[in-house]
């Protein structure tokens, strides 16, 4: 009985009166059917009560992929809770941020984190400390008691569901709020638009804690009805492998320049039904290589944390490569100056949206909020983009000092303040340049003033920040170049480094 839960009745609708459909392919081979996926999240959400979970309450996340994190996942949407995954890359330095801004009452994590992390979690005042691996295992899965009738507990479409943090460009991470109806209404809307239906297979093999495999993949697959087969990493050969029994695959850029190394894509791809991209810019080279090996023009669509999918290619239609398409149908879109007035078609301005797709805020975080939002209630991006007439749009650049490698978001300032905190160095600037498999690589430029080398510093950064975000090249100058207002130009670095991945 899901009726009052705003999300879990939109998650269940597709797969209810089929629970013998399978709604995963496993990496063993067994398929996991609906009727046993929804049985072990009430099993779970059954727990989460047991254990005090009232609704409002985080349950944080840090686990391995796996089925049973996804069962976890929509067990706490059942029990009225607010999940919360973070990324598995994150150090315990990084975690202890997470965990104290956020105050879950429950805090899930691998068993080999369990130990360093137990003194964070009673400081945090985090009332139970539980453990998922990768296998299912872990005092989670041990706890669940039989299954038993079991009614969702009671959230409306206004309801918190889910927190992600996204770093920001000064500061500290802000954890972006996703109501039911931000989830439920992206999810319908792209199943839609996408075309998905019972008889899809989705190939899964992003992480499943950031909204492209936790919300645009899984959401898609579970109001859909359909299947998909569960990787528990990107591995081109056995996605190449499991294209001739599937329909559909959804990934970041660096997947599809990956799978074109992979011998026998064409054959392999050639009864797919459709290749999504994004999360990071798909270069117009990607496009056309694919089209030509497969036959298929990828999709592109673009989204963030904070507004899931904003806009996407069109399924029937043209695909047209270097845009991101067109505004989703509920989305509202306009490409504004600095003074938030739009610009006429054609012309680069920001981002903004709004619609039901756009967050309720960042928790806790009341003034950054109101920053970010219009008075009218569009949300303002900071990605720059043109708009052609014909209303597809072209993603040129970020107002916002972001990096994006293999798909993930990576903040120099958070970079910078560790490095220019150490002894010899007077500062440095990081930047991301062009790489021919993450998209863009960080390099930190570094001006020294002791013996201090590249070692070093990784060495002493390492600690403090997930493996992804460490800098992929640190190079050394006698000075960085500054403009008259006295700002670091780092387009000018980008410009000397941006060949350095070249080889
Ligand atoms: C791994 N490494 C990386 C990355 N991934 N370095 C920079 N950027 C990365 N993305 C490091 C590893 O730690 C390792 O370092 C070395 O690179 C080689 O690792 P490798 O085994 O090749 O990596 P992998 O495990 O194959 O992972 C690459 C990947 C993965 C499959 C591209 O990064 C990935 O799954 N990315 C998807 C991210 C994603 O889902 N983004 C969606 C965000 P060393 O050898 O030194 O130890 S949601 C979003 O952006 C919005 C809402 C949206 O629009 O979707
Ligand atoms: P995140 O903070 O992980 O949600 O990342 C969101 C950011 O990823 C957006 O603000 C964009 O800068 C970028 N992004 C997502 N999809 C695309 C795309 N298809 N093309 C270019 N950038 C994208």
Redesign the pocket.
């Known amino acids: 009985m899901y009726s009052d839960n705003h999300l879990g009745a939109v998650l269940r609708a597709a797969s209810t009166g089929r629970d013998d459909a399978v709604f995963a392919w496993l990496p063993d081979r067994t398929g996991q059917s609906y009727g046993t996926f929804f049985q072990q999240a009430e099993r779970m959400a059954a727990r989460l009560l047991a254990l005090g979970l009232q609704p409002g309450d985080r349950v944080a996340v840090q686990v391995p992929k796996s089925i049973e994190a996804l069962q976890l996942f929509v067990g706490t949407i059942l029990a009225g809770g607010v999940f919360l995954p973070l990324n598995t890359d994150y150090t315990p330095a990084e975690l202890s941020y997470f965990i104290s801004n956020s105050e879950p009452r429950i805090l899930v994590v691998h068993s080999a984190a369990e130990p360093a992390l137990a003194q964070l979690a009673r400081e945090a005042g985090v009332s139970q400390l539980l453990t998922l691996d990768a296998d299912g295992g872990g005092s989670l899965v041990a706890g669940l008691a039989p299954a038993s009738d079991f009614r969702a507990v009671s959230r409306g479409a206004g309801d918190l569901a889910a927190i992600l943090y ?1 770093s920001g460009t000064t500061g500290r991470s802000k954890g972006a709020m996703l109501s039911h109806e931000n989830l439920s209404s992206n999810a319908l809307t792209l199943r839609d638009h996408w075309g998905f239906a019972a008889q899809d297979t989705l190939i899964h093999a992003l992480p499943i804690f ?2 492209h495999g936790l919300f645009v993949a899984t959401n898609i697959v579970l109001t859909a009805g359909c299947a998909m087969r569960f990787f528990p990493r990107f591995d081109a050969a056995a996605i190449v492998q499991a294209m001739p029994v599937s329909t559909a695959l959804m990934g970041v850029p660096t997947f599809y320049v990956r799978l074109l190394k992979e011998e026998g894509l064409s054959a392999a791809a050639a009864g797919m039904r459709l290749f999504v ?6 270069l117009d080279e990607t496009h056309a290589r694919w089209q030509a090996a497969t036959g298929h023009a990828i999709l ?7 507004t899931n999918m904003n806009t996407s290619n069109p399924y029937d239609g043209e695909r047209r490569a270097g845009t ?1 398409g067109l505004p989703l149908p509920g989305v509202d879109l306009r490409i504004v100056d600095a003074a938030g007035s739009a610009v006429p078609a054609g012309e680069p301005g920001v981002i903004e949206v709004r619609g039901p797709n756009v967050f309720m805020g960042y928790w806790q975080m009341p003034e950054k909020t109101a920053e970010e939002f219009r008075d009218d209630g569009y949300f303002i ?3 720059i983009a043109r708009q052609a007439a014909d209303g597809y749009v072209s ?1 040129i650049g ?1 107002a916002k000092d ?1 990096i ?1 490698s293999g798909g993930y ?1 990576v903040y120099p300032k958070e970079i910078e303040l560790l490095i220019d905190a150490l002894d010899g160095v007077n500062e440095c600037a990081v930047i991301g340049v062009p790489h021919p498999d993450f998209g863009e690589g960080v390099v930190a430029v570094v001006d020294r003033s002791g013996d201090i080398g590249a070692e070093d510093i990784q060495s002493a950064i390492a600690p403090d920040l997930a493996r992804y975000k460490q800098p992929k090249m640190i190079v050394f100058v006698d000075a960085l170049p500054r403009n008259t207002m006295g700002k670091v130009q780092k387009n000018l670095l980008r410009n000397d480094y941006a060949a350095v991945f070249d080889a």
Do not use: K, W
Not at 277 to 282: D, F, I, K, M, N
Not at 300 to 306: C, H, L
């Open positions: 996204t950031h909204t991209s994004g999360s990071a810019p798909l592109e669509r673009y989204g963030m944390t904070e991101v991006t900071g990605d993603i970020r972001l994006i978001n």
